[in-house]
């Protein structure tokens, strides 16, 4: 892979990421990325980006974690590529991707009527009910989708409804 399809490879991968979690890679997120696509060992890595071999794996094995979240299957350093690839393929079948314009959850959605959107499951309902609560505590809506790991479209959507009276 040359430098832009590398690059281009991460900020996608970045792109998914906040979209799932309102947050974007850091700089030992993406030199992992970077060093996996090029088949390095998580000691080349962290050499050659002076970190320690065990820090470079334990911030790998989150990403790898919210990944497979984001992607729908166990992501891991052996098969990134094929992982990505595969969600690509899924979407843009799924879909009929062209132009993506909507990301929900992670997965790209191609304005899709509402009622085709992904429905949010009764585990992510009952934790949209409180995302009101944590909003009255202070909390950003960032910090929200975060500590209740709910996609940061999904949170800004639940808190911009007209509230219902009771």
Known sequence: MN???IHSLITTVDNLIFSYTGENLDDV???ILEGVINHQKYTEIAKSHHRSEKYVKDVAGKLWKT????????????NLRSSLRRYYYNVSHNFNV????????????NQL?????????IAEEYKLEIATELMKEGLTVEQIARVLKLPLELVKEQL???KSPN
């Open 98 to 109: 062209i132009n993506p314009v909507q990301i929900n959850k992670g997965h790209i959605c």
């Open 67 to 78: 990944l497979s979240e984001i992607l729908g299957e166990e992501v891991n350093k052996a």
């Open 160 to 162: 911009e409804k007209p």
């Open 3 to 5: 430098n832009f399809d």
């Open 29 to 31: 997120q993406s030199e």
């Open 113 to 121: 009527p509402e009622n085709q959107l992904q429905k949010p499951n």
